[in-house]
């Protein structure tokens, strides 16, 4: 089901993120964590999609593992980077004919390895590029479902680090939506008056999709320092690096500050009719099964129901 329809038939969706494991055991574990997250019945889960060839394909292959061996509804990520028009169109054209319904179009980062690649001669300069190939392909009926793919897009709460100007920032937001993007999904954040501030000001902006909130739970030390490296520009409220730093180097109290910062982030979330909640699993369940827990509910119905006895 394109996303799209299944936010005008929710109030809320919740889904999960997953990055496309390197290994058969990694891969095994993945299921095992699949099979945990399923339980808690998303509305979809994304795959995220990497700028080396043979990650690109492990995307491919997961994609198709959870559309035919699970329940859930898999939505493919697909990135400008190092890619020609015809290889774009042959993966849309793979996703297609196999009736994946929708697709998060990116800009996307060069990874180390990959740090000479003249992005010149890449076919999309910005995801705005791709959105509309994409809308292309889905108007010239290639789709089997009428309405083709839907589109989801990034979006940055605290500001993407190459646009400095927030207010052409935002100008390149509206594009990618103007493009025909159906929905915004965030970068992670920590503090939800970034992302309210976001939300307000994409109001301004004249961008009126629904816009998905990015939920990454801290599990580890290590996590905060990763998350600090790859989603750059992330601010760390001093009240969360002071709960870390009341934790010492206990690692369970520190996945349980993760949790109980990522559950409270919820909740308001939730009390100030966010339209979604994406979690960035890191291919872990057990962070998101326990905000889910904590919040009082066995399932994503339960999140997104407002039924008071
Ligand atoms: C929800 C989410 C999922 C992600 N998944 C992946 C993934 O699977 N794989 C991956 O590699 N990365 C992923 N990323 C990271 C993302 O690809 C990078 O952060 C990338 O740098 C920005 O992507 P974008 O789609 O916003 O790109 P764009 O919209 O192309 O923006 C990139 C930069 O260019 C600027 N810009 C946009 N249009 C123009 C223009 N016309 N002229 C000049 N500047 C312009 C923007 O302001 C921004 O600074 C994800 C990020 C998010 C938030």
Redesign the pocket.
């Known amino acids: 089901m394109q996303i799209q329809d299944i936010l005008a038939k929710h109030r809320m969706t919740f889904s999960f993120e997953f990055f496309p494991p390197q290994s058969l055991a990694a891969v095994g574990r993945l299921f095992a964590t699949i099979r945990r997250l399923e339980q808690l019945k998303p509305s979809f889960v994304s795959v995220?999609?990497?700028?080396g060839g043979s990650t690109r394909l492990l995307t491919h292959d997961l994609v198709m593992r959870i559309h035919t061996s699970t329940e859930l509804d898999p939505v493919p990520?697909l990135?400008?980077?190092c890619h020609t028009e015809s290889e774009i169109l042959q993966i849309l054209q793979r996703y297609a004919s196999v009736g994946i319904s929708n697709i998060?179009?990116?800009?996307?980062?060069l990874p180390r390895d990959h740090s000479a690649h003249d992005r010149t001669t890449d076919a999309f300069?910005?995801?705005?590029d791709l959105v509309r190939f994409i809308q292309k392909f889905n108007v010239s009926g290639a789709h089997p479902h009428a309405q083709g793919f839907g589109i989801g897009?990034?979006?940055?709460p605290e500001g993407?680090?190459?646009?400095p100007n927030r207010l052409?920032?935002i100008d390149?937001l509206k594009?990618?939506v103007d493009a025909g993007a159906d929905y915004i999904?965030?970068?992670l954040f920590f503090d939800n008056r970034d992302f309210y501030d976001f939300r307000d000001r994409c109001e301004v902006a004249g961008i009126r999709v629904p816009i998905i909130a990015?939920i990454m739970p801290i599990t580890s030390k290590g996590n905060l320092m990763r998350i600090a490296e790859l989603a750059a520009g992330s601010r760390f409220p001093a009240g969360l690096l002071k709960s870390v730093a009341r934790a010492g180097d206990n690692p369970e109290a520190i996945k349980r500050v993760g949790i109980q910062w990522g559950t409270e982030q919820c909740r308001d979330l939730l009390d100030h009719q966010v339209r979604g909640i994406?979690f960035y699993t890191l291919n872990q369940s057990d962070a998101t099964v326990q905000i889910y827990r904590h919040l009082g509910v066995s399932d994503s119905l339960a999140l997104g129901s407002r039924d008071i006895m």
Do not use: R
């Open positions: 995220t999609y990497g700028a990520h990135t400008c980077v998060v179009a990116l800009g996307g980062d300069c910005h995801a705005a897009v990034a979006g940055f993407h680090p190459a646009t052409v920032e390149y594009a990618k999904c965030t970068q990015g994406h």
